[in-house]
């Protein structure tokens, strides 16, 4: 390598989110130098910071001679600005390219392989194709336990871990999600922590969903907290309701996920160990996991929810957490509001004790939070059920979520989305169905979860009765066209809601 691979960085303002992108010309001469062709995988030096980088081919005018252009990320990782020099070199060989080919052609890995896979997924020398790929091989059940082991355990030492000095349980919960509007997080944390419980709550964005935890609690609070500030939180409070991609715990299931969204796939494997090594990079020992069964859910019936409770307690057993399925009704959606906001309107109203509350939100929340307490105390469900009911009815539940929001940074105001519109039922019937994938889409089209204030809120459940121009749900947006675009989607999904006539 020599000064001749030297180049001027230009700030193209191109955001390309996680992937580094670079921009060069054809005839520039390091490229004729070094043979790189459009899409080649390249080393972008700066002092001692590095990261590899896809090459985009631009017209000669685009950038003077000498030049180099880098997205936004590129930038950031790299740490220079527009005016800096950086070197270019070809990019190391991935050996555990070999092992992604291995898998893809129908062999088991081992615990280094998988190691060696997720090391460079999260030092970002993959591709988002790559990723990609590794996600699409892992999906559809081609995991077996001792793989899905080995890939938990690779995703738990790639990060940072949380320590709790003094503290012998620490105690968590999740939902595997695709059920609309099932926010019970906040509620649990707020319920089980006053009960005395120590819940540092990290939760992630929506894969596949309109809203996933992190982007509802953001609406109300900061989530971006370092590992001290966590700490901190926790030890004033016994609870945070965090986003943990901010603290680089397992940091590849953050990239993976990415992807995972781009690809609307959230295969059996990965699921279960983005979940588990996020708890135990968390420091958690004893967690609930929610697994909602229904047609139209992420889990269709009974077999695969028993299939997926069986791997979750095994791999948790292998990794010394403590884990208790809870196998729950997916048959709609819960709650009123799907979309950040919305559905921070539907736990607020829980906490707030208010008569507008949804109810089945309430249970579910009170139901959950007693399958927690009696993990901890090993006591009957029902008088843990009762605990929890009087902490949500006394208003101490309310109290303790405000005190970690303060913790947090202040409880914020929710915004209120610029655009709404309401769909009617065109006739007297009975509502028999409601499509839960169908519905998540339709609010993500709106704009959800990127667009906090958008979503939707529903106004009629399996089992109503609606007559001509009764309201189905009101649809929120940020602008005309991503209404009018969920809308259309709407007109021609009639299925979403099932409605017989009577």
């Not at 001792?146 to 620490?170: F, K, N, Y």
């Not at 922590?193 to 309109?210: D, E, Q, Y």
Request: aromatic share 4%; with cysteine.
């Amino acid at each position: 390598m020599t000064n001749s691979n030297r180049l001027t960085v230009v700030d193209m303002g191109i955001n390309t989110h996680q992937e580094p992108v670079i921009y060069m010309r054809e005839d520039c001469h390091v490229c004729r130098a070094e043979g790189f062709t459009a899409s080649s995988r390249v080393e972008v030096r700066a002092g001692e910071m590095a990261v590899i980088a896809t090459l985009n081919i631009v017209d000669n005018p685009v950038l003077p001679q000498g030049r180099i252009g880098l997205s936004k990320v590129a930038l950031l990782r790299l740490g220079v600005k527009a005016g800096d020099a950086v070197t270019i070199v070809h990019a190391p060989v991935l050996t555990s390219l070999s092992v992604l080919r291995k898998k893809i052609f129908g062999h088991g890995l081992s615990q280094a392989e998988f190691s060696d896979v997720v090391a460079d997924i999260s030092e970002h020398r993959y591709s988002d194709i790559e990723i990609a790929s590794f996600l699409t091989v892992c999906a559809g059940n081609r995991l077996n336990l001792d793989e899905i082991i080995s890939l938990t355990r690779a995703m738990v030492a790639c990060g940072q871990r949380l320590q709790w000095p003094g503290r012998d349980r620490i105690f968590d919960k999740h939902c595997i999600g695709g059920l609309p509007g099932n926010r019970t997080t906040p509620l649990v944390v707020a319920i089980a922590s006053v009960a005395g419980l120590v819940m540092p709550k990290t939760s992630s964005r929506a894969i596949t969903s309109p809203a996933g935890t992190a982007d509802t609690m953001e609406t109300l609070t900061r989530v971006d907290l370092s590992l001290a500030e966590i700490q901190k939180v926790v030890a004033d409070t016994g609870a945070c309701l965090v986003w943990g991609g901010a603290v680089n715990l397992s940091p590849a299931d953050d990239l993976m996920i990415r992807i995972e969204r781009a690809l609307d796939l959230d295969g059996e494997g990965q699921l279960i160990a983005s979940v588990l090594s996020k708890k135990i990079a968390a420091g958690s020992t004893h967690a609930i996991i929610d697994i909602p069964v229904g047609p139209t859910a992420k889990v269709r019936d009974r077999p695969q929810a028993d299939r997926l409770s069986s791997l979750f307690t095994e791999v948790g057993a292998a990794l010394g957490i403590h884990i208790r399925c809870l196998v729950t009704d997916g048959s709609q959606p819960v709650g009123e509001g799907i979309g950040p906001v919305q559905e921070a309107r539907d736990f607020l109203a829980v906490l707030r004790g208010e008569a507008r509350a949804p109810l089945d939100l309430r249970d579910r929340a009170l139901f959950l939070t007693a399958h927690l307490l009696d993990l901890a105390d090993n006591s009957s469900l029902e008088a843990c059920h009762e605990k929890a009911r009087e902490i949500l009815d006394s208003g101490q539940a309310w109290e303790q979520f405000q005190r970690i929001c303060r913790a947090q940074g202040g409880l914020r105001t929710l915004p209120e989305a610029r655009f709404q519109h309401t769909e009617k039922a065109a006739c007297e019937a009975i509502v028999i169905d409601i499509d839960n994938r169908q519905l998540s889409r339709l609010a993500k089209l709106a704009g959800a979860p990127f667009n906090p204030a958008a979503g939707l809120r529903l106004h009629a459940r399996i089992g109503d009765v609606v007559t001509r121009d009764t309201p189905l749900f009101t649809l929120y947006s940020e602008s005309n066209g991503e209404r009018d675009y969920a809308l259309d989607y709407y007109q021609n999904h009639a299925s979403i809601f099932t409605l017989e006539l009577r």
